[in-house]
Each structure stands twice: as structure tokens, then as C-alpha cells.
């Protein structure tokens, strides 16, 4: 099967160990697989997009309760949103592969690592939420209710890979530089060997998401010089089109800058 077929097919399972499983395979298999890099893709007639297991419920935002991590209960929430954002981000670079034609293998390949990355992300959440003291049915995704928020952004950019790669990876996806090192010092605190480890989970998804933030500068970039477009005047511009929420500080800007961020784009974000 094509490469950017075969994405949306995996874009489309609901079963998150399937999914997992599949992007895996997919990364492992992508260098020998055929690309059509122009052929116009759309999903089965009545297949749902992304593919999502029936659980977790997925609400507002502002209905997702917030639990302090100092509880058992309330370090199983944070894991779980946290293997949520994940699992909607292996969706997120499916998508950024099988839905915008046109662009160099290596786009299609860099999405593909960073698809494998975020399920090995989410299954090193999941099995430590699995492995949390609990008594009765143990945790596992699906048993706190989410929220779709990246992915919404996700959908608003479905038209413009511009806009895509300026508000997915360098701004929702950026925003983790930022919060991880605030959760895990309150880890840290609680100290506790579940804490602790997922302190140690934390620090391998805030290497990664370093490296995958600046593949979305390095694509966003290369976009806007193909468009005769100055990406650091252009960004505003399509935060205020496509409604993305603005950033507040604190920013990781040690993070930001090895994520290919620059100093004029780091001063814009504190000025906001």
C-alpha cells in the first residue's frame, strides 16, 4: 500500500494498542514504500476522524476536573491527560502525512518518526498508569474523561499546511516545552515512586517533543519560502485567521531555541 494511504488508514483505527501498534510498523516500513505525493486522499464514506476508542469520554474542556497530583488519584488523572495529548498526537502527525500532497519525502517520513514517537510515548503512560496502586478494576486510558482541544486545531487547519504546521507543532505542541518541567517539579515534590517515575517518562517525552517541534519550524519555514512569505510576520497573521489561543508565559525558552525557535520569535511571544 501507498504511504500516505496507508497513514490514513492507521489515522482511522479506534483501538489505541492497534493504532500503537500500527504507527509503529508504519515508521519501520515507510523508506520502502511507494509515495504518491500528489494524489488527493479523503477517508471511507462514514468513517470517523481520527479514529477514537469509545473511552475516554471526551467533553468541553472546561469540564475536565482538575486533581491535585498530590493524591494517587489525582497522579492518575494528570498521567491520563497527559497519555490523552499523546494519543491525539500520533493522530495529529497521521494526519499531517496522508492529508496535504505535494510535499518532499522527508516531510512524509519526519511525520512518520514523530507518529512512532508520540505511541511510544503514549504506551510508556499508559503502562505506568496500569501499574499505579488502585484498588478494584485497575487505571488504564479511557478511565478519566478528555478533551479534544489539539485536535480542534487540527481540524481548523485542514485547509492550509501553512497554517497547519505554524499552529500544531510550534504553537499547541510547543506549549509541553513549556508545561513539562512546571508538572514534573510538582512530581518531584510529591516524591513518590510513581511520582518519581513519571518524572523519568517525562523527561524522555520532553527530549522528543524537542525534536518534533523543530521539524514543524523547520517544514513551517520551508512553506513560507516556497510562498515568498516572512514566517515570523506571517505567524500573527494566522493565529488571528484560524483563532489559536495565545501563548502565556512562563516559556521554556532554553527548550524553544534548541526547537529551532528565534530571538524575534521569543520576544513576540513575551510581548503577548
Given at each position: 500500500?501507498?504511504?500516505?494511504?496507508?497513514?490514513?488508514?492507521?489515522?482511522?483505527?479506534?483501538?489505541?494498542?492497534?493504532?500503537?501498534?500500527?504507527?509503529?510498523?508504519?515508521?519501520?516500513?515507510?523508506?520502502?514504500?511507494?509515495?504518491?505525493?500528489?494524489?488527493?486522499?479523503?477517508?471511507?464514506?462514514?468513517?470517523?476522524?481520527?479514529?477514537?476508542?469509545?473511552?475516554?469520554?471526551?467533553?468541553?474542556?472546561?469540564?475536565?476536573?482538575?486533581?491535585?497530583?498530590?493524591?494517587?488519584?489525582?497522579?492518575?488523572?494528570?498521567?491520563?491527560?497527559?497519555?490523552?495529548?499523546?494519543?491525539?498526537?500520533?493522530?495529529?502527525?497521521?494526519?499531517?502525512?496522508?492529508?496535504?500532497?505535494?510535499?518532499?519525502?522527508?516531510?512524509?517520513?519526519?511525520?512518520?518518526?514523530?507518529?512512532?514517537?508520540?505511541?511510544e510515548h503514549f504506551t510508556l503512560l499508559r503502562q505506568q498508569l496500569q501499574t499505579?496502586?488502585?484498588?478494584?478494576?485497575?487505571?488504564?486510558?479511557?478511565?478519566?474523561?478528555?478533551?479534544?482541544?489539539?485536535?480542534?486545531?487540527?481540524?481548523?487547519?485542514?485547509?492550509?499546511?501553512?497554517?497547519?504546521?505554524?499552529?500544531?507543532p510550534r504553537t499547541m505542541e510547543a506549549r509541553g516545552l513549556d508545561a513539562t518541567?512546571?508538572?514534573?517539579?510538582?512530581?518531584?515534590?510529591?516524591?513518590?515512586?510513581?511520582?518519581?517515575?513519571?518524572?523519568?517518562?517525562?523527561?524522555?517525552?520532553?527530549?522528543?517533543?524537542?525534536?518534533?517541534?523543530?521539524?514543524?519550524?523547520?517544514?513551517?519555514?520551508?512553506?513560507?519560502?516556497?510562498?515568498?512569505?516572512?514566517?515570523?510576520?506571517?505567524?500573527?497573521?494566522?493565529?488571528?485567521?484560524?483563532?489559536?489561543?495565545?501563548?502565556?508565559?512562563?516559556?521554556?525558552?532554553?527548550?524553544?531555541?534548541?526547537?529551532?525557535?528565534?530571538?524575534?520569535?521569543?520576544?513576540?511571544?513575551?510581548?503577548?
Amino acid at each position: 500500500m501507498e504511504l500516505r494511504q496507508r497513514a490514513l488508514q492507521v489515522l482511522c483505527l479506534p483501538l489505541p494498542s492497534a493504532k500503537v501498534e500500527a504507527a509503529l510498523a508504519l515508521h519501520r516500513d515507510a523508506r520502502g514504500l511507494p509515495l504518491d505525493d500528489q494524489a488527493e486522499l479523503a477517508p471511507p464514506v462514514g468513517t470517523r476522524l481520527p479514529g477514537h476508542p469509545d473511552r475516554p469520554e471526551l467533553v468541553e474542556h472546561t469540564s475536565v476536573a482538575r486533581r491535585s497530583p498530590h493524591t494517587l488519584e489525582g497522579r492518575a488523572a494528570l498521567l491520563h491527560s497527559i497519555a490523552h495529548i499523546e494519543f491525539n498526537a500520533i493522530n495529529l502527525a497521521l494526519d499531517a502525512v496522508w492529508r496535504f500532497a505535494g510535499m518532499p519525502r522527508a516531510y512524509y517520513e519526519d511525520w512518520l518518526r514523530v507518529a512512532a514517537e508520540e505511541a511510544e510515548h503514549f504506551t510508556l503512560l499508559r503502562q505506568q498508569l496500569q501499574t499505579m496502586p488502585h484498588a478494584g478494576t485497575p487505571w488504564d486510558y479511557g478511565h478519566f474523561p478528555a478533551h479534544q482541544g489539539l485536535w480542534s486545531m487540527c481540524e481548523r487547519t485542514a485547509g492550509d499546511i501553512v497554517a497547519r504546521m505554524a499552529l500544531v507543532p510550534r504553537t499547541m505542541e510547543a506549549r509541553g516545552l513549556d508545561a513539562t518541567p512546571l508538572i514534573q517539579a510538582k512530581l518531584r515534590r510529591v516524591g513518590t515512586p510513581d511520582a518519581l517515575q513519571a518524572v523519568a517518562i517525562l523527561d524522555i517525552i520532553l527530549r522528543d517533543e524537542v525534536g518534533h517541534v523543530a521539524i514543524g519550524n523547520r517544514w513551517y519555514r520551508w512553506l513560507c519560502e516556497r510562498q515568498g512569505l516572512d514566517p515570523v510576520a506571517h505567524y500573527p497573521v494566522l493565529t488571528r485567521r484560524h483563532e489559536a489561543p495565545r501563548m502565556r508565559p512562563p516559556f521554556n525558552e532554553s527548550a524553544r531555541l534548541d526547537a529551532g525557535f528565534t530571538a524575534a520569535e521569543l520576544a513576540w511571544l513575551q510581548d503577548g
